[in-house]
């Protein structure tokens, strides 16, 4: 049953890695802009990766079997190229953008702040609010003029 749930989840996370860098930059029309964000808190992988190395010290000492092992060992990779080797970015096409994957149309924003130096705000029509953290000052600029620049 581990080894299933191991399996179910490494497909999940592979698939989704898959989609994100490979599909989604081909999806909806040519991008127009693409833009590097800042990452996200790096302690949480820290602690995943901490209790899967104690996961797998334990099944060591128990007896775990290779091909869990390997799962675990499978999971540390996923977590250390989805926390430290991938690259967040907002991708800015001809009819909405993509932030995380997710597609949202240009008619569903009604308005755009910029908030501290390097932090796009995004209200949406349905009373969302989008935080977009932004890695590069001159990144801000590209993205104000993108939208129409200043008013």
């Given at each position: 049953m581990t080894n299933f749930i191991l399996i179910i989840g490494l497909f999940i996370t592979l698939s989704y890695?898959?989609?994100?860098?490979?599909?989604v930059p081909k999806r909806n029309g040519q991008t127009k802009l693409a833009i590097e964000l800042q990452p996200q808190a790096k302690i949480d992988s820290w602690i995943l990766i901490g209790l899967i190395g104690l996961t797998i010290a334990q099944g060591l000492?128990?007896?775990i079997q290779a091909f869990t092992l390997f799962l675990l060992g499978m999971s540390v990779i996923l977590v250390v190229y989805s926390s430290f080797l991938r690259k967040p970015k907002l991708l800015l096409k001809d009819r909405g953008f993509f932030l995380s994957a997710f597609y949202?149309?240009?008619?569903r924003i009604s308005q755009i702040n910029l908030a501290d130096k390097q932090k796009?705000?995004?209200d949406l029509t349905n009373g969302r609010r989008l935080f977009i953290p932004i890695k590069h000052s001159q990144d801000v600029i590209k993205v104000v003029n993108f939208f129409g620049g200043y008013k």
């Open positions: 890695a898959i989609y994100e860098q490979v599909i000492q128990t007896g949202i149309d240009y008619q796009l705000v995004i």
